[in-house]
């Protein structure tokens, strides 16, 4: 199949080398004419493991091209993925001005190109109920001449449909998650040119386009749903809210043990061996971040406000993740003595904090919402200086703390140990493998402060404490 793709980022790069990898043309394109470069030359701008083998398989094997021309990548396309991003508004509310313009670009492309066959426009990105009406609307709209003024011109009947298809993979194994999905979602939306509302085989066509550009993944197992396109599109945000807030449940237990003296990991593993809940994202922390939950859940609320109601439950969710967010650095506070301190009376003036892990999970280098991020903000604000370590997101976390404005008060290492050094605290906020068995006796030398704060529970307070250490942890006594 002829694939075009709107957006190089997370999901659009993954899935155009994924689509690719099963033998279809792929026609990648961004606004971003550097980033194509780079990919052109075999550069894959982001960290997430067997990508660059990915993408430089495709581009030698000439399946895989990048550009930023979306005429190229439309022209001939049977299906078109937009894959473009959906940041939070002030309000909450999804950002959909680049799936405007992507959807205007669509527009412009087919009313140009001279192939007559179905096109199908599918969505891949995260969007509010009633986008794929939008984008019909949008590209209706250019198809018909009305955006650019131009009444005079004929309307064009090249016919195209528009499917909500979430994407649901994890950074981290983006890859993996897309070659072994474990679910596709296919809403379908409205189309355009197509046989009137009586006959189905215009949908028809649609399913058997999706069936045969998915066939790969779910050879196996049908794995593939088809739905309405509003159902899909609140299936990927009710997803995401459920998982946040099974995040923050557990964040919630695990306060309530430290005041009863119970152990939430044990409370967690016991939870977790009954099947009706399973052990998955139970585990407390510091809170959930990245580019996903907190705009997800975000965006959900504001789509249930617009309908005039509430998600209490969702809404008590974001505000437990906001606490949980803080209790690393109150717990450091503390053991200082200048709990509840004011910042600006910079309580921790002289004090030298070590941070590892600054990505908002391990694998990945998108530091996008990083609970690490607003751990050392908060530091630095309280007159701490930061020695910062991360096994690959140093260069991503330097530019958002100098975008936070504490960039000068961070040095960043990439020697663990070193970062250590010298330091009056150790704190623990990506549980990257490379920081779960550290050697103890090393670090209780290198570091002039005993007090370390496991912000992902990875280390066992016994053996901590037997070297020295005092030994905080999220939940337990
Ligand atoms: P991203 O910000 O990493 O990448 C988006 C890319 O789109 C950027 O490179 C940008 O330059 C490009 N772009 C913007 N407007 C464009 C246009 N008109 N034409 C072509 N390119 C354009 O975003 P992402 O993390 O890949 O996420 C994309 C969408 O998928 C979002 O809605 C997100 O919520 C959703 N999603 C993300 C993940 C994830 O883990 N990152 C997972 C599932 C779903």
Known sequence: ?????????????????????????????????????????????????????LVRENLAAGRLSFGT???????????????????????????????????????????????????????????????????????VGELEGKANGDMAAAPSARPFAVVSNPEFLKEGSAVEDFLRPMRVIVGLGPTHGLDGPEDHSGTEKVRAIMRHLYHPVVRTNDRLLFCDARSAELCKYASNAYLATRISFINDIANLCERVG?????????????????????????????????????????????????????????????????????????????????????????????VWGLAFKPETDDVREAPALAIIEHLVRCGARVHATDPVANRTAAAALVQLGVG???????????????????????????????????????????????????????????????????GRP
Request: charged fraction near 25%; include cysteine; charge should be negative.
């Open 1 to 53: 199949m002829k694939v075009g793709v709107l957006g190089t980022g997370y999901v659009g790069l993954v899935a155009g080398a994924g689509f690719a990898d099963f033998g279809n043309e792929v026609i990648c394109v961004d606004i971003d004419a550097e980033r194509v470069a780079a990919l052109n030359r075999g550069e894959v701008p982001i960290h997430e493991p067997g990508l660059p083998e």
């Open 69 to 139: 021309d979306v005429a190229a990548a439309v022209r001939d396309a049977e299906v078109v993925l937009i894959c473009v991003g959906t940041p939070p508004a002030e309000s909450g509310q999804a950002d959909l001005s680049q799936v405007d313009a992507a959807a205007r670009a669509i527009g412009q492309a087919l009313r140009q190109s001279p192939r007559q066959s179905l096109t199908v426009i599918i969505n891949k990105s995260t969007v509010p109920v009633g986008t794929a009406e939008r984008v019909h609307r949008i590209v």
């Open 262 to 354: 119970a152990d939430v990991e044990l409370v967690r593993r016991g939870m977790g061996m009954d099947t009706r809940i399973g052990p998955s994202f139970l585990f407390p922390g510091i809170g959930y971040g990245g580019s996903c939950f907190p705009k997800d859940t975000r965006a959900l609320v504001s789509i249930a406000q617009a309908h005039g109601m509430g998600l209490p439950l969702i809404e008590a969710a974001e505000r437990i993740n906001a606490r949980q967010r803080r209790l690393l650095a109150d717990k450091l506070l503390g053991h200082f003595g200048v709990e509840g301190a004011d910042p600006d009376a910079r309580p921790l003036t002289g004090r030298t904090i070590a």
């Open 408 to 474: 000068e008060r961070v040095s960043f290492f990439h020697d663990a140990y070193e970062a250590a050094t010298g330091a009056d605290a150790l704190m623990l906020c990506t549980e990257w493998r490379q920081f779960r068995q550290p050697n103890f006796t090393r670090l209780q030398q290198l570091l002039a402060g005993t007090g370390v704060f496991d912000g992902r529970n990875i280390w066992d307070p016994d053996e901590l404490r037997k070297h020295g250490f005092r030994y905080y942890g999220i």
